[in-house]
């Protein structure tokens, strides 16, 4: 009989590992592939112009650090010149490696901040291989290949650290979740761009904690703060409005080199950019789509630019 208690113990505790449901376990969760493509083709005024074309792929290795590789293509108005004027957006590419650091900040309990920084060191010039890819591709769709490439701006190495703080502020009495806003403020430093950032981001929908908002590749980082399964179970979808203010120092893409003789434009100091989109989660996978408008980034060019994007990401 004595034995009996002791048989009844081992026979609730087995019962209680079986009934007891498991809690998200960040270990679960190995790794996170992202990949962005932004070009104005997918924009509704498509004129390929201007910023054209955009790719960034990045994989973050754990809660706090991660990596991205990034290609941005710029051209003038008129692609079919082999020697545009001097007053329109020379060619250019830049190519480049980031190595990052992201932290959501506890204050008194209250996750509601966000900081990351990030180095980033390339090229911009024939060995960013805008020519290459952009013409390859025109190669591949049936379009004419550019011309002008010869006129592009020189090789040079570009070093830039990039500071970013976002908040969020959940808008929604019903305890849903249904409705939040980010505000966000960035400062990126460097010979590739110095420029101060600020922006705000609404959304609309369910499941926000997969990540904190939609970046876009040359102002926003790629790190995702929810480094484990927690959501992966859900169905989460959402429709986003966005508006940013650039307040513009350098820009390569404007300005041309920093040591070398190249060609240039006069850029505006102040840029501002309005997106909409929307983001579906299913389990480990994230799409996004995107639409943006652009004010005129330097005085001679001839209207406000368009372009759209992809982002997908995988959890593994």
């Known amino acids: 009989m ?3 208690p002791l048989v009844m113990v081992a026979i609730s505790t087995l019962w ?12 679960k969760v190995k790794g996170i592939i992202s990949l962005w493509e932004e070009n104005d083709k997918f924009a509704i ?16 290795e754990n809660p706090h650090t991660f990596w991205s590789l990034t290609q941005e293509i710029n051209t003038p108005s008129d692609t079919s010149n082999p020697n545009p004027p001097d007053t329109d957006l020379p ?35 024939p060995s960013a291989l805008g020519e290459t890819i952009q013409n390859r591709f025109h190669d591949l769709v049936g379009t004419p290949t550019t011309a002008g490439w010869g006129t592009q701006v020189p090789d040079e190495i570009v070093l830039n650290v990039d500071i970013e703080f976002r908040r969020r502020f959940l808008f929604d009495q019903s305890g849903l979740g249904l409705r939040d806003l980010i505000t966000r403020g960035a400062l990126q430093l460097g010979t ?12 609309w929908g369910v499941g926000f904690e997969r990540n ?20 992966l179970d859900k169905f989460s979808s959402w429709f986003f409005a966005d508006a940013q203010v650039e307040v513009v120092m350098r820009n390569y893409a404007t300005d ?13 100091p102040v840029v501002g950019q309005l997106a909409i989109g929307a983001t579906m989660c299913v389990h480990s996978v994230e799409l996004s789509y995107y639409l943006a408008m652009r004010s005129k980034e330097f005085e001679t060019q001839l209207d406000p630019h368009y372009f759209g994007g992809f982002r997908g990401e995988v959890k593994f």
């Open 2 to 4: 004595k034995k009996l």
């Open 16 to 27: 209680a590992q079986e009934t007891t449901p498991s809690l998200p376990d960040a270990s």
């Open 45 to 60: 005024k498509n004129k390929d112009r201007y910023y054209t074309q955009g790719l960034r792929i990045s994989y973050q």
């Open 91 to 125: 060619y250019s590419a830049a190519l480049y490696l980031t190595y990052g650091y992201g932290k959501v900040l506890d204050r008194g309990g209250k996750k509601d901040c966000l900081f990351i920084i990030e180095g980033n060191l390339g090229v911009i010039g």
């Open 192 to 203: 590739m761009r110095t420029e101060a950032i600020f922006g705000t981001q609404f959304r």
């Open 212 to 231: 904190w908002g939609q970046t876009f590749i040359r102002h926003g980082s790629a790190y995702n703060p929810n480094f484990s399964d927690a959501g």
């Open 256 to 268: 041309g080199t920093n040591f070398r003789e190249s060609r240039s434009v006069t850029r505006n």
